[in-house]
T-cell receptor, first 116, second 115 residues
Framework: KQEVTQIPAALSVPEGENLVLNCSFTDSAIYNLQWFRQDPGKGLTSLLLIQSSQREQTSGRLNASLDKSSGRSTLYIAASQPGDSATYLCAPQGPAFRYNFNKFYFGSGTKLNVKP | ETGVTQTPRHLVMGMTNKKSLKCEQHLGHNAMYWYKQSAKKPLELMFVYNFKEQTENNSVPSRFSPECPNSSHLFLHLHTLQPEDSALYLC??????????????FGPGTRLTVL
């Protein structure tokens, strides 16, 4: 079974800092990996999806990298803002056989607080 | 608005009640999911349906009974729940095509409290 670990569990920083959130997973035979954001008591919003053949994806101030062979992904947030405060979740997809392409495994998340 | 709706948004029920959660997606997807999110625990996959066929039951107790009458609707029928079943229940959908790179779209969740 895929195990996903996210470090740190919580992070509090002043506005403007650059941040790195870490994700590790035990089974490297994944289809893709996604990063999600969750605001308190709400559903998840997809931020970035990295295909297994890719090494990184960028969207605005967000950059996600993937090292599939070592089972690691990082989410880099540039110039953090108070509106970035949320829980960030990493979710590898797969592994790749039968219907497992439809399965996502989630970490416990990193709870981010960006102070004004 | 993500295209995935869930009702009700909040539900309080006793252990002897029977209730149902509803999820509806307007995205033309073929895969639908139920997840459970308890405090301080990772999101737990409960059930996956692909083209109305259940493809995953993650050892979920029988007091939770899913139903997928068509690709747009997913239900979770609840009966004789326990207080530890109190959680946020999230529904998600995805295209369901093998090898697809599209994301999951989540609903806002139903906050369930079992007294």
């Amino acid at each position: 079974k895929q195990e996903v670990t996210q470090i740190p569990a919580a992070l509090s920083v002043p506005e403007g800092e650059n941040l790195v959130l870490n994700c590790s997973f035990t089974d490297s035979a994944i289809y893709n990996l996604q990063w999600f954001r969750q605001d308190p008591g709400k559903g998840l919003t997809s931020l970035l999806l990295i295909q297994s053949s890719q090494r990184e994806q960028t969207s605005g101030r967000l950059n996600a990298s993937l090292d599939k062979s070592s089972g690691r992904s990082t989410l880099y947030i540039a110039a953090s803002q108070p509106g970035d405060s949320a829980t960030y979740l990493c979710a590898p997809q797969g592994p790749a056989f039968r219907y497992n392409f439809n399965k996502f495994y989630f970490g416990s998340g990193t709870k981010l607080n960006v102070k004004p | 608005e993500t295209g995935v709706t869930q009702t009700p948004r909040h539900l309080v029920m006793g252990m002897t009640n029977k209730k149902s959660l509803k999820c509806e997606q307007h995205l033309g997807h073929n895969a639908m999911y139920w997840y459970k999110q308890s405090a301080k625990k990772p999101l737990e996959l409960m059930f996956v349906y692909n083209f109305k066929e259940q493809t995953e039951n993650n050892s979920v107790p029988s007091r939770f009974s899913p139903e997928c009458p068509n690709s747009s609707h997913l239900f979770l029928h609840l009966h004789t729940l326990q207080p530890e079943d109190s959680a946020l229940y999230l529904c998600a959908s995805r295209s369901g095509t093998s090898g697809s790179t599209d994301t999951q779209y989540f609903g806002p969740g139903t906050r369930l409290t079992v007294l």
